[in-house]
């Protein structure tokens, strides 16, 4: 049963920083991709970061450059690192699964909130 478990959001200043990590199981974690999508208020959901099997990793436009992307294939955990947040960044942020391809499943979810 594949499940990933999200940590790490938080209520932060403007400017500061913040770490999600995601804790997959029940699959064979480091043979796929996984991303980091966010979701704000009023707004549809948005790939952030993605990452490959061989750690190749792509970023929004709106991220690059303060976002970074990572994984541990030895702790099956996918993490985040987001630097110098903006309101803008205000959001729910899920780690997902293979991000396109076939293999759709979500964390829970976890809220960050940037304060100006």
């Known amino acids: 049963q594949v499940h990933l478990e999200e940590s790490g959001g938080g209520l932060v200043q403007s400017g500061g920083s913040l770490r999600h990590s995601c804790a997959a199981s029940?699959?064979?974690?480091?043979?796929?991709?996984m991303g980091w999508y966010r979701q704000a208020p009023l707004k549809e959901r948005e790939l952030v970061a993605t990452i490959t099997s061989g750690g190749t990793t792509v970023y929004a436009p709106s991220v690059k450059g303060r976002f970074t992307i990572s994984r541990d294939n030895a702790k099956n955990t996918v993490y985040l690192q987001m630097n110098s947040l903006n309101s803008e960044d205000t959001a729910v942020y899920y780690c997902?699964?293979?991000?396109?391809?076939?293999?759709?499943?979500w964390g829970q979810g976890t809220q960050v909130t940037v304060s100006s």
């Open positions: 029940g699959f064979a974690f480091s043979r796929y991709p």
């Open positions: 997902k699964t293979d991000p396109y391809g076939p293999m759709n499943f």
